[in-house]
Antibody, heavy 120, light 110 residues
Framework: QVQLQESGPGLVKPSETLSLTCSVS?????????WDWIRQSPGKGLEWIGS????????YYNPSLKSRVTISGDTSNNQFSLKVTSMTAADTAVYYC????????????WGLGTLVTVSS | QSVLPQPPSVSAAPGQRVTISCSGS????????VSWYHHLPGTAPKLLIY???KRPSGIPDRFSGSKSGTSATLAITGLQTGDEATYFC???????????FGAGTRLTVL
């Protein structure tokens, strides 16, 4: 059974950098999958942040967030991470990690999500 | 952030059939595969339909997906109270070079 679990701070100050980690079990991040981050701000729809392919072969980002986002992989611990710089209140959201299969862009496993609040 | 329109809510009685729509354009639904998800607060979203109309293992055939032009539809038959949740669509958008999602539809089983 594939499981993903997000971890990281629940509170970040404005202008700081958010760092989140997704721990994966039941599947290797080096397998032929994409490992994605998605978020949902309060009262808004889901927003795709970006993805990592095969543990770090390459990464892809939402053009609207690309300048502030980095996704990287740690194959030794079977984890992948998200960094978002220059956080503002608009970045307050539930952040999900998910596994995506192939080129047809569907997510077959998701984490529970972690709420990140940006506030001083 | 681009979010595709879905009806905010739908409702139906147990045993009945309900459909949930997702409206898009040629750059997303029209030329890319659609997936559908079930979500309850505090839980992980669950894949119901992928590649427009395929069900993952373990998803009952009460759930079906279809696509016509730039609209996609999720149909649920034989409604059960346990089906109460938010349902959202997702797909790639070739113009935005990004995955996009529907706004989500809250299903109430009366």
């Amino acid at each position: 059974q594939v499981q993903l679990q997000e971890s990281g701070p629940g509170l970040v100050k404005p202008s700081e950098t958010l760092s989140l980690t997704c721990s994966v079990s039941g599947s290797s991040i080096s397998d032929n999958y994409y490992w994605d981050w998605i978020r949902q701000s309060p009262g808004k729809g889901l927003e795709w942040i970006g993805s990592l392919y095969r543990g770090g072969v390459t990464s892809y980002y939402n053009p609207s967030l690309k300048s502030r986002v980095t996704i990287s992989g740690d194959t030794s611990n079977n984890q992948f991470s998200l960094k978002v710089t220059s956080m503002t209140a608009a970045d307050t959201a539930v952040y999900y990690c998910a596994r995506r299969k192939g080129a047809t862009f569907f997510f077959d496993y998701w984490g529970l999500g972690t709420l990140v609040t940006v506030s001083s | 952030q681009s979010v595709l329109p879905q009806p905010p809510s739908v409702s139906a009685a147990p045993g009945q059939r309900v459909t949930i729509s997702c409206s898009g354009s040629d750059s997303n639904i029209g030329n890319n595969y659609v997936s559908w998800y079930h979500h309850l607060p505090g839980t992980a979203p669950k894949l119901l339909i992928y590649d427009n109309n395929k069900r993952p293992s373990g998803i009952p055939d009460r759930f079906s997906g279809s696509k016509s032009g730039t609209s996609a539809t999720l149909a649920i038959t034989g409604l059960q109270t346990g089906d109460e949740a938010t349902y959202f669509c997702g797909m790639w958008d070739s113009s935005l070079n990004s995955v996009v999602f529907g706004a989500g539809t809250r299903l109430t089983v009366l």
